[in-house]
């Protein structure tokens, strides 16, 4: 495999797998980052290497039971400041997957109890509801490949192309959904940031209900019993719903419905919501501020992370927006740090 290359124009990498060690990965650009500090201050070394750290523990309870082709992908491997999580998948037999033993032996190793692939909150258990994830953070369940972001992500099929495909080791499998995510809840979802996203989003929905019925009816004429065929959709079902929730999400941004956040969080994801409320291209916003296109397309591929409050009150007048805050004083309350909770600072780049 390649090794792995620095960040396009648009802020990913050129498709491809790139073979890493996890401590590789900690001391490459996705962690440490794409230059010098002073050409990135917001990025965010040290949370990228905790979530290498978590990832972990996911790649040691995998080993555990026998699964070693682990990808990741994702918002992780862009060039965003600070990405909520790390995407992946792996491969697994069918069967295994099917019957839930796959399942079964991961939580025999977990001591959270936490794995899952249940979309509907009757699949999930009192360990599993309460969970955040066997490595301690949330991941999202599009089974990827490098730089295809969401594009024809889903469990048993091969992003560069529409067939039902397995791998040596037999059907890829997304990581699990760790815990729903309100539709409202605009600090932890993908965004989808334009007109173009939008109408290629749903046309993705639409082929993975197709993909839904091919995938059904491949697996029932190999023998696999209802309830498997439900189990092996479980995943398709995850990133499907998860699609669903962002177009959902940009038709109500369109339509100016907004949610209520709390002390910022989120105010990136406003911000952009409120330029596609405003029917503004990021060409149109970057004239008004004075600035490349090009910055605000980073800008909102990081959902402003980072940002100055007297940054942000240029967006907002650009856009001509007033925004409003209100301010709520509560009892104070005790404030202590647990050991648990410290993390080891990233690495420095080597020379």
């Known amino acids: 495999m390649p090794a792995l290359l620095g960040f396009t124009r648009d802020g990913v990498h050129p498709h491809g797998d790139y073979a890493m060690t996890l401590d590789e990965l900690q001391d490459s650009i996705l962690v440490l980052g794409p230059g010098l500090p002073r050409d990135h201050p917001s990025w965010d070394a040290a949370w990228r290497y905790a979530l290498v750290d978590n990832l972990r523990v996911m790649v040691d ?32 037999d069918p069967l295994r997957f099917a019957t839930g033993q796959l399942e079964h032996d991961l939580n025999r190793v977990d001591p959270a109890k936490s794995w899952t692939w249940a979309t509907r909150p009757e699949g999930r258990t009192a360990a599993t509801r309460s969970a955040s994830c066997p490595c301690g953070m949330r991941t999202a369940s599009s089974s990827i490949r490098t730089t295809q972001g969401f594009s024809q992500a889903s469990m048993c099929t091969d992003t560069r192309s529409s067939s039902p495909r397995g791998s040596a080791s037999g059907v890829r499998t997304a990581f699990p959904r760790a815990s729903s995510r309100s539709s409202v809840d605009q600090g932890a979802r993908a965004m989808i940031r334009s007109e173009s996203e939008y109408q290629q989003a749903v046309a993705r929905l639409e082929a993975e209900r197709k993909r839904f019925a091919e995938h059904a009816k491949s697996w029932k004429k190999q023998g696999f019993t209802a309830a498997q065929v439900a189990k092996l959709r479980e995943p398709l079902e995850s990133f499907h719903l998860q699609l669903a929730e962002e177009v959902e999400s940009y038709e109500r941004l369109k339509r100016g419905q907004f949610g209520e956040f709390e002390n910022l969080q989120g105010l990136g994801q406003v911000l952009i919501g409120l330029r596609i409320a405003r029917g503004m291209t990021q060409r149109e916003l970057a004239r008004r501020l004075d600035v490349d296109e090009t910055a605000v397309s980073r800008d909102e591929r990081n959902e402003y992370h980072g940002i100055t409050v007297d940054r942000a009150r240029k967006v907002l007048d650009a856009l001509g927006v007033r925004l409003v805050t209100r301010v709520e004083v509560e009892p104070l309350r005790a404030v202590g740090v647990s050991a648990a909770s410290a993390r080891r600072a990233p690495r420095k780049k080597p020379g």
């Open 61 to 92: 309870q995998l080993r555990q039971v026998g699964i070693d082709e682990i990808f990741i992908d994702g918002s992780f491997v862009e060039d965003k400041d600070h990405p909520n999580d790390i995407d992946g998948y792996f491969a697994c």
